[in-house]
Antibody
């Protein structure tokens, strides 16, 4: 069974940092592209970032470019999102997502709240 | 960026009746190299992550009931629930995965009348 389990969310002050993790199981993690998608509670879905299977190619939404870094450790079956210079508008549930053609499996999400 | 729009914002349908959701992309999401349409539909129930229903505009994901169907071409797409069941109450999103940033529509809320 495919499982994606996110962790690392929480309350952080504006300008602070957090690192999200997503542990994958039930599939060959190293062969899939992975993504982060976020959702402000009660609002729509916004794609944040992607990394290719080898971890050598990454892309970012303009809203997070230069502040967020996606990475992966295929030996640990883990996806990361390092978030720096956090802003109030980054408050959201962050989902770890597997790509097979499109986003076929989603984790349960981890809530990030940026507030003083 | 490709902008995705959906209509209506919400709809209420009687049990067993048809529900139709429309989605429009600001530019074509049809690839000329493989003739595939890079359009997906997701269902999100309260308190849950989204679930993939349809990809390539009309291919049903494994395990998705056949009352869900997708159609469309170019820039106009439709998700149809042929006979609404109580468990179909949810938000439905379309998404283009043709090019980054991979954008979603704003969602359509489906309720029981």
């Amino acid at each position: 069974e495919v499982q994606l389990v996110e962790s690392g969310g929480g309350l952080v002050q504006p300008g602070g940092s957090l690192r999200l993790s997503c542990v994958a199981s039930g599939f060959a993690f190293s062969t899939y592209w992975m993504h982060w998608v976020r959702q402000v509670p009660g609002k729509g879905l916004v794609w944040v970032s992607h990394v290719n299977s080898a971890g050598t190619t990454t892309t970012y939404a303009d809203s997070v470019k230069g502040r967020f870094t996606i990475s992966r450790d295929n030996a640990k079956n883990t996806l990361y999102l390092q978030m720096n210079s956090l802003r109030a508008e980054d408050t959201a549930v962050y989902y770890c997502v597997r790509e097979k053609w499109t986003f076929d499996y989603w984790g349960q999400g981890t809530l990030v709240t940026v507030s003083s | 960026d490709i902008v995705m729009t959906q209509s209506p914002d919400s709809l209420a349908v009687s049990l067993g009746e048809r529900a139709t959701i429309n989605c429009k992309s600001s530019q074509s999401v049809l690839s000329s190299s493989n003739n595939k349409i890079y359009l997906a539909w997701y269902q999100q129930k309260a308190g849950q992550p989204p679930k993939l229903l349809i990809y390539w505009a009309s291919t049903r994901e494994s395990g998705v009931p056949d009352r869900f169907s997708g159609s469309g071409s170019g820039t106009d797409f439709t998700l149809t629930i042929s006979s609404l069941q109580a468990e179909d109450v949810a938000l439905y999103y379309c998404q283009q995965y043709y090019t980054s940033p991979y954008t979603f529509g704003p969602g359509t809320k489906v309720d029981i009348k």
